[in-house]
């Protein structure tokens, strides 16, 4: 994060962590209360080393991390974390055709677990299936790294497809309420309208609003092309997840506070992902795999007939006109 939007960030603040100065003594700075929010989150170390750092005690310090955080997502997350209107949705289906060569893609879809330490008398609620404690982070994100969707909390024992299919996004999606644009044809050969959709991986259930890859290993050259596509565009939100965790390391060790703080911080740092990134860009090495963040188990979800047709559509698309000269170097 540049000084610049610091203080952008600080002057967003101020009006909410100011506190009152008492006969008794002054109250801490927000500049102060922000140093150690970001230093908490940007470096992943706990409380007392903040205690040390700072001279403040470690029950201050987790009041201000909690005060902070909560209106980080507050102040952000209608700047940073829109509805995205028809427009919105066009420019990213452009992005993503042009990014990623994948024509109507308007989002990449995956869950991720957040390491934690286990909560007091959660049983195996948070226990996945990589044999630690962890809470669910699933996300949607654009062509450009950055977040459309989160949806934070879920247990470690849940698989991403039900989360999805639990959310209010997919809700708002089969009830055509984002304001998706009309389906469009994708070839100027093939005039069928196809819609717009979001990439997941098999986890996630075919639909002709979700596109996932054929499964089985025995696939045709026109499915192994299919697939090759669509991991060039899902793999956006892969590198979305190592820039976050890159940039914010408390997601490099298990996260040692209460549930609802934990879904605090990481929907604070999703919003500061954002932030960060429409105003200081990012590196190419911070999109890098780390540990930090496991995949989330495969759940099975049918595929429904129409969903299906369009996909085939989709493939037919990629080996004909759509084709790229490097792919059948890359699934051979």
């Not at 506190?19 to 989150?41: A, H, Q, V, W």
């Not at 989160?150 to 024992?157: A, E, L, T």
């Not at 669509?230 to 914010?248: D, P």
Request: include cysteine.
């Amino acid at each position: 994060m540049s000084v610049s939007s610091f203080d952008v960030l600080l002057c967003l603040l101020k009006p909410h962590i100011t506190g009152i100065d008492t006969n008794m003594r002054p109250c801490i700075s927000p500049e102060e209360k922000l140093f150690i929010t970001l230093r908490y989150l940007g470096s992943g170390c706990k409380f007392v080393d903040l205690h040390y750092s700072y001279r403040l005690g470690i029950s201050t310090i987790a009041e201000i991390i909690r005060e902070v955080c909560h209106f980080i997502w507050v102040v952000l997350k209608d700047m940073c974390l829109p509805q995205p209107t028809k427009e919105n949705w066009l420019k990213i289906a452009k992005d993503f055709h042009l990014r990623a060569n994948f024509p109507n893609c308007i989002g990449a879809v995956d869950g991720k677990h957040v390491r934690i330490i286990k909560p007091y008398n959660s049983g195996s609620l948070c226990y996945n299936y990589k044999h630690f404690f962890s809470v669910i982070l699933l996300a949607i994100c654009d062509s450009d790294y950055k977040f459309i969707y989160i949806d934070v909390g879920s247990y470690g024992k849940d698989c991403d497809s039900t989360i999805f299919t639990n959310s209010t996004f997919y809700q708002k999606l089969m009830n055509n309420d984002l304001q998706i644009p009309e389906p469009k044809p994708i070839s100027s050969t093939n005039p069928i309208p196809v819609p717009f959709v979001i990439v997941g991986d098999e986890a996630f259930g075919q639909t002709d609003k979700i596109m996932r890859p054929f499964g089985g290993s025995n696939l045709t050259t026109k499915k192994k092309i299919f697939n090759y596509r669509l991991y060039r565009a899902r793999r956006h939100i892969e590198c979305s997840f190592g820039i976050l965790a890159n940039k914010w390391q408390i997601f490099h060790r298990p996260i040692n506070v209460n549930l609802d703080l934990v879904s605090c911080i990481i929907k604070t740092c999703c919003a500061l992902h954002n932030y960060v990134r429409e105003r200081d860009g990012y590196k190419f090495e911070d999109t890098l795999s780390i540990p930090g963040f496991e995949e989330v188990p495969n759940g099975f979800q049918r595929a429904t007939r129409r969903g299906a047709s369009y996909r085939d559509v989709f493939a037919d698309y990629f080996t004909t006109e759509g084709q790229l000269s490097w792919q059948m170097s890359s699934i051979n």
